[in-house]
């Protein structure tokens, strides 16, 4: 433990904003599933705000990308291919969640304040929706693909990356089966497991260390026989 905070402490020195980059990747990773899950909540509990809940749950989609780019910095260099593969696999899937909440967004926010509009405007967006839908799984293939990466690194606990894992796997669930109740729960878990993480990494500055791959030593050029 004394090693790796003096190693912390060097890299700190040698880079001044590392500390800062560490905070914002927790922050990101305790606030984003955090804010989106609530949004969420907005949307079932209540029609009459859908600005809000849609507001709420894209800023915690757009925050939580500070939280994933944090988890591939961690994986280097002992599993950058979970995290290279799984962070533009979840970055993928955000873009796409984020889509159908718009498209969702601005169908309601039609049928409340125009009523009746053309059906080949409905279609165009469904379309668009229909496409957005076939990469939304992306989102948590991709944090399943970096809890697996966490797993073989033992950087946190195990049971925190776990309940990531379950989160994973259980996400799609919660939207698949239509019920209300089961999608608050999935989404539960998955914010629970991600926030875990963002408090270790915000209160142990060795874990962003460990995300700094080892520099080369170039060798010296070759000297001119002139």
Not at 55 to 67: E, F, H, P
Not at 183 to 190: M, N
Request: glycine share 12%; proline share 7%.
């Amino acid at each position: 433990m004394a090693t790796s905070m003096a190693r912390a402490s060097d890299d700190v020195a040698r880079d001044p904003t590392a500390g800062v980059r560490r905070r914002i990747a927790a922050v990101g990773l305790v606030l984003g599933p955090s804010l989106f899950t609530a949004g969420e909540l907005l949307h079932h509990q209540t029609e009459a705000l859908p600005l809000l809940a849609a507001g709420t749950s894209l800023l915690g989609l757009y925050l939580w990308i500070a939280g994933i780019l944090g988890l591939v910095h961690l994986l280097r260099p002992d599993a950058d291919v979970f995290g290279l593969v799984g962070g533009a696999t979840a970055l993928l899937g955000i873009v796409a969640v984020s889509n159908i909440m718009l498209v969702q967004l601005v169908l309601a926010i039609l049928e409340r304040e125009v009523g009746a509009y053309p059906e080949a405007v409905e279609q165009v967006f469904r379309r668009v929706l229909g496409v957005s839908y076939l990469f939304g799984p992306t989102l948590p293939a991709g944090l399943f693909l970096l809890a697996c990466g966490l797993l073989r690194t033992r950087a946190f606990p195990a049971w925190i990356t776990l309940a990531l894992l379950l989160g994973a796997l259980t996400f799609p669930a919660g939207r698949v089966g239509g019920l209300p109740w089961l999608l608050h729960l999935t989404d539960l878990v998955l914010t629970f497991g991600s926030a875990a993480l963002g408090w270790e990494l915000w209160r142990r500055p060795e874990l962003w260390a460990r995300g700094k791959a080892p520099v080369a030593s170039l060798p010296a050029p070759p000297r001119s026989s002139g």
